[in-house]
């Protein structure tokens, strides 16, 4: 059974700094591609980053880039969110995703994603 658990969200000031962690009990997450979504109260959950599962390919959402940045600890079986520049906006509950068995060019689709941590809320203060 998969299990992700997310950890690291909070209440930070405007400007601040936040960092996300999602550590996963799948035998298959070294060949997952993994992602974070986030989801505001009244709206979608929304694609935020995804990383390949070697690491060596990243995606951003627009919203985003240049502030957040995806990594991954495949010897801990964990990928991280770090989230700098934090805006009210970014306001949410972020969730991590995994996309088992994902072949090809980075998924941003909630229906390409599998298996979802419970969510860990983020809170930015302006």
């Known amino acids: 059974q998969v299990q992700l658990v997310e950890s690291g969200g909070g209440l930070v000031q405007a400007g601040g700094s936040l960092r996300l962690s999602c550590a996963a009990s799948v035998r298959t997450f070294r060949s997952s591609v993994m992602g974070w979504f986030r989801q505001a109260p009244g709206k979608e959950r929304e694609f935020v980053s995804a990383i390949s599962w070697g690491g060596g390919a990243t995606k951003y959402a627009d919203s985003v880039k240049g502030r957040f940045t995806i990594s991954r600890d495949n010897a801990k079986d964990t990928v991280y969110l770090q989230m700098n520049s934090l805006k009210p906006e970014d306001t949410a509950v972020y969730y991590c995703?995994?996309?088992?068995?994902?072949?090809?060019?980075?998924?941003?689709?909630?229906?390409?994603?599998?298996?979802w941590g419970q969510g860990t809320q983020v809170t930015v203060s302006s």
């Open positions: 995703a995994a996309a088992i068995g994902w072949v090809g060019l980075l998924p941003s689709g909630r229906s390409q994603y599998n298996a």
